[in-house]
């Protein structure tokens, strides 16, 4: 039973599939110390995490320094640039480690940038203060919950409110590893509210449960689960839990997810062999493929995906773009990232479901 089990896990996350290099146009490589997760801003910059590391795993690779970026998509020829980091927070935070990213803009055209990030001692939740115009970010406030641990992904719905994916239950790595073996649905998304000190699960029994999104009006919750190949809409409840209302299989391990700020439109973005990420994790050269895949969503209806279309807009055999984790589009611009190398910038000539 114990041998069926990992065998079909391994067909599930892809290991004897074969992948092909696909690009839709042009497209043209940045050298980066990853490009994990990315948020599009109204005004076409996209603000990028890099540095993304494992506290349990650093004896197989150095440590990247820990940055957030932005790309302009109105300029994309300018390249990623650094943003500046003002005050103290990178000396009295030494183990920052930007992961998963979202925003939230007040009325006054405020941008608020939540960071989860992975201190040695454990995960909290950064916001800062960005400035487009001097592209520097001015920490806020740290938010720590007793509940926060393995956070991958974040969205924000409201001023310091927001959920979060939890991928696993354990903690240390060697537990982790088995939680993911033996298939174990224990991952979970959390909400919480620092203005009213409200933490609970919202939802539970999620195998892996990874990037997170919104619909642009808020009525759904979008999650994808990496060991189902799902992605699942959930819908709020008064109390701040969520409810599942339908799921799309895709193919595993499904990543991180970026919704259209034009029609809605989802853009999910795929590790097609996760299994070697740790040999990958020592040696870089170890290629590991990736996927874009774009779905046209509903979100008017009750149900978003009963006439969902999907296609492959980008693939990888990961030989020189390796471990793809998100991606953002946005009129023709193609965008997609990597957990610890580079990023990559595309453009979109043609889609078969054009926006």
């Not at 650094?82 to 405020?110: A, Q």
């Not at 960005?130 to 592209?135: A, F, G, K, P, Q």
């Not at 001023?159 to 939680?179: C, G, N, R």
Request: negative net charge; glycine residues 6%.
């Amino acid at each position: 039973v114990l041998v069926a089990v990992v065998v079909d896990t391994m067909i599930r996350v892809g290991i004897f599939e074969h992948v092909y290099d696909h690009q839709p146009g042009n497209c043209k490589k940045y050298e980066m110390q990853g490009s994990e997760d990315m948020v599009l801003l109204p005004n076409d910059q996209v603000l990028i995490s890099s540095g993304f590391y494992f506290w349990d795993l650093e004896n197989l690779a150095p440590r990247p320094e820990p940055n957030i970026f932005m790309f302009d998509l109105k300029a994309p020829s300018a390249g990623p640039q650094k943003l500046v980091i003002e005050g103290s927070f990178l000396e009295e935070t030494p183990d920052f480690t930007p992961h998963g990213l979202s925003h939230w803009i007040d009325g006054d055209g405020v941008v608020y940038l939540y960071v989860i990030n992975h201190r040695r001692e454990g995960d909290t939740v950064e916001c800062f203060l960005y400035n487009s115009e001097s592209l520097s970010l001015k920490h806020r406030s740290t938010f720590k919950d007793e509940s926060f641990s393995n956070l991958n992904d974040i969205i924000v719905v409201g001023l310091d409110e927001f959920y979060a994916t939890h991928d696993h239950y354990f903690v240390p790595i060697f537990l982790k590893i088995l939680e993911t073996y033996a298939r174990l649905s224990w991952g979970c998304v959390s909400y919480y509210n620092a203005n009213t000190k409200e933490a609970k699960v919202a939802a539970g029994g999620l195998s892996y449960a990874n990037g997170i999104a919104k619909s642009n009006s808020g009525k759904f919750i979008y999650v994808n689960t990496m060991l189902t190949g799902e992605v699942t809409a959930f819908t709020r409840n008064q109390d701040n839990t969520l409810t599942a209302v339908q799921s799309l299989t895709l193919q595993p391990t499904n990543d991180n997810v970026f919704v259209s700020p034009v029609n809605d439109d989802l853009w999910i973005t795929v590790v097609a062999k996760p299994l070697k990420f740790i040999p990958y994790y020592k040696d870089r050269s170890i290629p590991i493929a990736g996927r874009v895949i774009h779905i046209t969503v509903d979100a008017s209806a009750s149900l978003p995906f009963n006439n969902s279309k999907m296609e492959e807009v980008f693939s990888s055999t990961g030989e020189g773009f390796s471990v793809t984790t998100i991606s953002v589009y946005h009129e023709g611009k193609l965008l997609i990232g990597t957990v610890c190398g580079q990023m990559m910038y595309c453009k979109v000539p043609f889609l078969m479901y054009p926006e």
